[in-house]
């Protein structure tokens, strides 16, 4: 079943150090209480625990904002934790968190979204939440959460550079640190009374959705909302929903889409995993820009994506 969800990736980091001062047995098993503590955060704010990974823990919210309200939790937690461990047995969290279709099937979980989140954990430094566009866009205000952008990254297995913002979860932090889009000096600031519209035009066709209509979906199929007639794009190609006060489109295709915005010449290209819509621009599907691509114009106002 695909669904589209966020995946947090936590894993615990100095177990090494633990091993070696502790030995085996009691290191594993102060390993195995912290991964099923790990565990019973992730469930007692709505998500779903899929495996536990040795150090690690791999879950799936449906939510962003409940995701990152967790791992903000764990992270203070035990925060807490540690200052009553001795030197050798403090371990660190580390966590990646990235939002994107993912596939569930027999109990497992697959997708774009939780490699990402596996390499966001990889890079992240001890007690740091590193987290996607998407994740930070979805998420809204977290209380005691703030966002700031990292810059792009290269992630492993990603053919285009991402852009990456850490969850700040200390009550140390700076009160204005505010959440930075991706590809523009923009600041976003997501209101959920907002009201939006969200222009399609494809050859001389035009179409408005308001932001209550949504999802949209887009595609070849005479029942998708917006119909493309190209053999080169899927029936259900992509899906365009609004959340927290933007529009975000997620690609569904076997072969991708690549969104461009006016005034930019920097691609970003989708292949099961999403972006935010801001201004105008275009969308090629199934193949990238270049003469003779079925490319949907789109223009979107009353998002609450706003250029300082």
Not at 34 to 61: A, I, P, Y
Not at 269 to 291: K, M
Request: aromatic content about 8%.
């Amino acid at each position: 079943m695909r669904i589209f969800a966020t995946v947090v990736f936590s894993d615990l980091s100095g177990s090494t150090a633990l091993y070696e001062s502790l030995g085996n047995e009691r290191a594993s098993q102060a390993v195995t209480r912290l991964t099923r503590w790990m565990g019973d955060v992730v469930v007692g704010h709505g998500g779903r625990v899929v495996k536990e990974l040795g150090d690690g823990v791999l879950s799936v919210f449906t939510d962003a904002h409940a995701a990152v309200h967790a791992a903000a939790d764990l992270q203070r937690d035990h925060q807490l934790t540690l200052a009553r461990w001795a030197e050798p047995m403090r371990m660190a969290i580390r966590i990646g968190v990235a939002t994107g279709e993912v596939v569930e099937l027999e109990g497992d979980t697959y997708g774009d979204a939780v490699n990402v989140a596996s390499r966001l954990c990889e890079r992240a430094g001890a007690s740091e939440i590193w987290v996607t566009d998407a994740t930070a866009v979805d998420a809204g205000v977290v209380p005691r959460v703030h966002f700031r952008r990292l810059g792009m990254f290269d992630i492993r297995g990603k053919s285009e550079s991402q852009v990456v913002y850490q969850a700040d979860w200390r009550d140390d932090q700076p009160q204005e640190a505010l959440t930075q889009h991706a590809l523009l000096p923009s600041v976003l600031a997501p209101l959920d009374n907002v009201l939006g519209t969200v222009e399609l035009a494809w050859t001389d066709e035009k179409r408005v959705f308001n932001s209550d209509e949504v999802p949209v979906h887009v595609g070849r199929s005479p029942e998708a909302d917006c119909f493309v007639h190209d053999p080169r794009v899927s029936r259900m190609h992509a899906r365009i929903d609004w959340r927290q006060g933007v529009f975000t489109l997620t690609d569904l295709s076997s072969f991708g889409s690549w969104v461009r915005f006016d005034g930019s010449d920097a691609e970003v290209r989708l292949r099961r995993d999403a972006c935010i819509l801001h201004g105008s621009g275009t969308i090629s599907l199934g193949i990238a820009f270049g003469p003779g691509a079925p490319v949907l114009k789109f223009h979107v106002t009353g998002s609450s994506m706003k250029l300082s």
